[in-house]
């Protein structure tokens, strides 16, 4: 054995620390952030590829510690590992800048507050060891420059070239992540190609606030659909714990057909939190099937229960109390996204009410959406706003039910009329904002109720005893089965129904023969497959459509300008031939704002009817993915019904 040389010891650490793009760029925007500035610009030439600059107008670096700057693992956050449970900045390894330089031509011009604005500008060697400096103008702050990135590692730069628009666009969305989060600096990110201008890619509004910067980074499509949530842990528990952020309305023109734009940050740190984000993917496709949400939580916990140190990007996170984390975040998505049920006063004109008859006549109103009282003008209506009514006006369900099993003689025809006078009664009340709307006081039998609930408790219970009692039975291996051949072994039967078959499989099966006209019986080697004719055509109709079929457009008289995301935008207008095979024709207008550069100019219609934005904007969902060949899920269903008609049905011969 033989100790690595430090050279190759310091390329091997550097290697894991950046390896692509994004963490290039990430590594860059934390050190500005972490020196306090407030203003951080980020531009890029050819995507990366040539060169990254980040500038900041942050406290710069002193003279003291300019030949310490890209050494390995000196650092100015933390002095010792204890301070790791204290640590608020993004950054604490002190490697970034170093591997930087094992990656990379590293060029730092920096200026402090007492040297500006006479700055220096610093180049470092592949070891992080300072190598020349000059003097330049510069303000206060720093500027880092990388070019020729991976040049020295020519795997990686190979594959950063092969996919350099992939890279960029999750360069992007990375940034758009500190853009949320950090709520006093204006961040700013752009790229420069050799045949254009700079594109901005991400820009922060100046003083906004979390939810202006969250729209600015979705789009202003999204604002009408975002909703506040917020929680706060039990302060008896001694754990500071709360949670605030937004996420979209549970309708469908909010949802996405990808889990794409979805952030979580914990003590201000954008991190992966996989349970967190399958439990609230989990809640809102309770009320959305097929869709998911977008939403930004920020949540606050002692420092002192969390472990940032697992992964040198930092963006997998240990949490000591993750249970109750993820319980109060259940909570407050449920309380953000279930449908909310308000109660308001409903005002009726009335000249006439027959109660128990055949029905109610009312006079209608001036003012829309309001039903007068026999007690108000149409005037007083219209001076007043409908106000939810006040609890102690409902009637209790005890005092409903015992009006209820009152005779019905005593029900009469009332005339009451129109002329305002005074009175005790109370208005009708009706519950709005469900599925549809309940009378408060309608007749119902509770005690026919109660009896059906009952019926059924004591039906699950019974089945419950029955599945339990089949358990059991089944754990005893009948001694016929084993005598038959059939192994009972768990790992034999689990590597059996594991088994994968694949499209090629089946040009080698043997068909023996069709049962009940509608399975067809092959074999396949020591294998015996029954094969759903009608199941197996309906699929390669469907495929079929789906790769060949063009979907006719509409041309629209006016075009529309669509306001989009810079990530969805990007990869609407490098996947153009995608969206016109599905019938959505877009033009670019390269003078416009990033975000407002698409206009649709033609939009699919299927046996008469129109798609719309909502099906554009599913569709491009799935392509910012990397799925190819794919179409929105209302042209799948179309698709899946037309393929279904198609098949050979069972019976057919």
């Known amino acids: 054995m033989q100790a690595i040389d430090k050279d190759t010891v310091h390329r091997l650490c550097s290697g894991q ?40 107008n942050g406290q710069g670096v002193s003279e003291d510690d300019r030949t310490l700057l890209c050494r390995k693992h000196w650092t100015s956050k933390i002095q010792s590992f204890s301070d790791l449970s204290s640590v608020s900045t993004f950054g604490f390894r002190g490697e970034a800048l170093s591997s930087l330089c094992a990656m990379a031509k590293v060029t730092v011009i920096t200026a402090t507050e007492a040297t500006a604005p006479m700055g220096v500008q610093l180049e470092y060697d ?54 949320v989060i950090c709520d006093g600096a204006r ?26 910067r969250l729209v600015s980074v979705l789009g202003a499509q999204m604002r009408p659909h975002m909703t506040e949530l917020s929680a706060a842990g039990d302060p008896s528990s001694g754990l500071d714990l709360s949670l605030a952020g937004y996420i979209s309305k549970p309708v469908p023109e909010a949802g996405r057909s990808a889990a794409d734009k979805q ?38 916990i002692n420092c002192s229960t969390v472990d940032v140190n697992l992964t040198p990007d930092k963006r ?52 829309p959406g309001v039903i007068m009282s026999s007690y108000e003008t149409q005037q007083d209506v219209a001076n007043k706003r409908l106000k939810p009514q006040a609890e102690e006006n409902f009637t209790p369900l005890k005092e409903l039910a015992s009006q209820q099993q009152q005779p019905k003689k005593q029900q009469q025809h009332h005339h009451v009329s129109s002329e305002p006078r005074h009175s005790a009664k109370k208005p009708s009340v009706v519950t709005l904002g469900t599925c549809r709307n309940r009378v408060q006081n309608d007749r119902y039998d509770w005690n026919s109720v109660e009896s059906r609930l009952r019926l059924k408790q004591q039906r699950r219970e019974r089945l419950q005893d029955e599945s339990q009692r089949l358990i059991l039975e089944t754990q005893e291996v009948d001694p016929s089965i084993v005598a038959s ?36 019986i092959a074999r396949l080697k020591d294998d015996l497959y029954i094969i759903d004719q009608h199941a197996s055509d309906e699929k390669h109709h469907f495929e079929d459509l789906q790769r060949r079929c063009v979907i006719a457009s509409q041309p629209l008289i006016r075009p529309v300008r669509l306001e989009m995301g810079v990530v969805d935008e990007s990869v609407a207008i490098e996947c153009r031939e995608e969206l016109e095979r599905s019938g959505f024709c877009v033009e670019v207008d390269e003078e416009a704002e990033v975000g407002s550069r698409i206009r649709l100019v033609g939009q699919p219609v299927v046996d008469r009817v129109y798609y719309d934005k909502s099906d554009l904007m599913d569709l491009v969902g799935k392509l910012a993915e990397g799925q190819r060949g794919v179409r929105c899920e209302r042209a799948r269903r179309v698709f899946a019904s037309r393929a279904c008609r198609k098949a050979v049905m069972i019976g057919d011969p």
């Not at 720093?142 to 594959?159: G, I, K, N, S």
């Not at 349970?275 to 939403?295: D, H, I």
């Not at 590597?495 to 068909?511: E, N, V």
Request: aromatic share 6%.
């Open 485 to 520: 051949g059939l192994s009972s072994n768990d790992t034999a039967a689990t590597s059996a129904l594991s088994r994968l078959i694949h499209k090629t499989d089946f040009a080698q099966m043997t068909i023996i023969g069709q049962f009940n006209l509608g399975f067809i």
């Open 126 to 179: 592949a070891s992080g060891e300072l190598a020349s400096t000059k003097a330049v103008a510069r303000e206060r702050g720093t500027t880092v420059v990388l070019e020729e990135l991976f040049a020295r590692w020519p795997v990686r730069q190979m594959d950063l070239k092969k996919n350099i628009r992939k890279e960029y666009l999750r360069a992007v969305a990375m940034v758009e992540q500190y853009a």
């Open 17 to 56: 620390v950046i390896v692509d793009l994004t963490m290039a760029v990430k590594e860059l925007v934390e050190n500005a952030l972490d020196a306090g500035a407030t203003t951080v610009d980020i531009k890029l030439k050819d995507s990366g590829l040539t060169s990254i600059t980040v500038s900041d």
């Open 316 to 367: 997998m996170l240990l949490l000591r109390h993750e249970d109750q984390v993820l319980g109060l975040l259940e909570e407050a998505v449920e309380q953000a996204v279930k449908p909310k049920e308000t109660v308001f006063g409903v005002q009726m004109v009335q000249t006439q009410i027959s109660v128990g008859g055949a029905g109610v006549k009312r006079e209608s109103t001036s003012v």
């Open 187 to 212: 961040i700013t990110m752009s790229n420069r190609t050799k045949s254009s201008d700079p594109v901005v890619a991400v820009r922060t509004p100046v003083g906004a606030d979390r939810l202006a």
């Open 263 to 300: 952030y979580f940050f914990v003590n201000g740190r954008p991190c992966d939190f996989p349970k967190a984000k399958k439990l609230v993917n989990e809640v809102f496709r309770g009320y959305v099937p097929g869709k998911y949400p977008v939403y930004a939580v920020s949540i606050e």
